[in-house]
């Protein structure tokens, strides 16, 4: 059974640093594309980047709102995904989801995610 | 990046039909998932690649996709289904995935 587990939310203030863990399980985390994706509370899905899996040399992508500040990574002999937020703003405040594609391909969709961790951003 | 646009709400009784659409330019070429998340919930992937159901979720859920309107169909709708319904697709442009704004499904 596919499991992800995020870990790491909580309270920081502006201008802080926090970083985020997804504990995978029950699938070999190197073959997949990896996402994380954040919800604002009251507010959509927005999604924040993904790392590729092994065949696409673990590359990563971000969106324009999060890129220079936040860093996606991944260690696959731990099935750990991280994200490490710098510089964080009162608007980055929200749940944090990490999210498996459903099978294997860049334009797959998110079949798999984790219950979420909530970060709050205020001084 | 490309746009996709919901309506913030549809409203059905139970029993009906809930229809929760999905625009965007020519949407018709790209291949559309729909996701719903009940309160306090992770999103739940109902419907991918226009019209496919993941194993589990019931043949009451259907897609279509076609110019530039993409459509969720919810059969006999229950109290259960009340939730927010996202649709996505694959921005080739950007290299990412696009979420609409999300649908508030409310059963009367």
């Known amino acids: 059974e596919v499991q992800l587990v995020e870990s790491g939310g909580g309270l920081v203030q502006p201008g802080g640093s926090l970083r985020l863990s997804c504990a995978a399980s029950?699938?070999?985390?190197?073959?997949?594309?990896m996402d994380w994706v954040r919800q604002a509370p009251g507010k959509g899905l927005e999604w924040v980047g993904r790392?590729?899996?092994?065949?696409?040399?673990?590359?990563?992508e971000y969106a324009a709102s999060v890129k220079g500040r936040f860093t996606i990574s991944r260690d696959d002999s731990k099935n750990s995904l991280y994200l490490q937020m710098k510089s964080l703003k009162t608007e980055d405040t929200a749940v944090y989801y990490c999210?498996?594609?459903?099978?294997?391909?860049?334009?797959?969709?998110?079949?798999?995610w984790g219950q979420g961790t909530l970060v709050t951003v205020s001084s | 990046s490309y746009v996709v646009t919901q309506p913030p709400s549809v409203s059905v009784a139970p029993g009906q039909t809930a229809r929760i659409t999905c625009g965007g330019n020519?949407?018709?070429?790209?291949?559309v998932h729909w996701y719903q998340q009940k309160p306090g919930q992770a999103p739940v992937l109902v419907v991918h690649?226009?019209?496919d159901r993941p194993s589990g979720i019931p043949e009451r859920f259907s897609g279509s996709n076609s110019g530039n309107t993409a459509t969720l169909t919810i059969s006999r709708v229950e109290a259960g289904d009340e939730a927010d319904y996202y649709c996505?697709?694959?921005?080739?442009?950007?290299?990412?995935?696009?979420f609409g704004g999300g649908t508030k499904l409310t059963v009367l």
């Open positions: 996505q697709v694959w921005d080739s442009s950007s290299d990412h995935p696009v």
């Open positions: 790392t590729r899996n092994k065949a696409n040399s673990y590359t990563t």
């Open positions: 029950g699938f070999t985390l190197s073959d997949h594309y």
């Open positions: 020519n949407i018709g070429s790209k291949s």
């Open positions: 999210a498996r594609d459903y099978y294997g391909s860049g334009s797959a969709p998110l079949g798999y």
């Open positions: 690649d226009d019209s």
